[in-house]
C-alpha cells in the first residue's frame, strides 16, 4: 500500500502563488509515476501535471511540478492563480512508469487539499 497526504492548499487572491505538496509512504518505489489531479464543483477530476513528463496542459506556463530525489516528495508550485483554478488538488500515484492522465490509471490516491482561489 501506498500513503499520499497533500499539504498546502489554501485561499489566495488571483494572481498569486500556492506551492503544494504530497508526501509519500509504505510501499513505495522510485518507478511509480506521481501525478497531479484536481476537481472543480460540479465537473470531473482532471489531470494536472507529473512529476519527470512534460505536457501540453492548460496550466503548463503556470504550474510547475518537480519531486525530490528520494522519490517520494513531489510538489506543485502554481503561479499566476486565477478562479478558475479552484478546486480540490489531489495526489495519485500509479505503480507504472508510464505516464497516463486518466485518473482511473491511478491506484493510490491522497485524501486532497482545498485551492480557492478568489477574484
Known amino acids: 500500500q501506498v500513503q499520499l497526504v497533500e499539504s498546502g492548499g489554501g485561499l489566495v487572491q488571483a494572481g498569486g502563488s500556492l506551492r503544494l505538496t504530497c508526501t509519500a509512504s509504505g510501499r513505495t518505489f522510485s518507478s511509480q509515476v506521481m501525478g497531479w489531479f484536481r476537481q472543480a464543483p460540479g465537473k470531473e477530476r482532471e489531470f494536472v501535471a507529473a512529476?519527470?513528463?512534460n505536457w501540453d496542459g492548460a496550466v503548463k506556463e503556470r504550474f510547475t511540478v518537480s519531486r525530490d530525489n528520494a522519490k517520494t516528495t513531489m510538489y506543485l508550485q502554481m503561479n499566476s492563480l486565477k478562479p478558475e483554478d479552484t478546486g480540490v488538488y489531489y495526489c495519485?500515484?500509479?505503480?507504472?512508469?508510464?505516464?497516463?492522465?486518466?485518473?482511473?490509471?491511478?491506484?493510490?490516491w491522497g485524501q486532497g487539499t482545498q485551492v480557492t482561489v478568489s477574484s
Open positions: 512529476a519527470g513528463f
Open positions: 495519485a500515484a500509479r505503480a507504472s512508469e508510464l505516464l497516463s492522465t486518466f485518473a482511473s490509471a491511478y491506484a493510490y
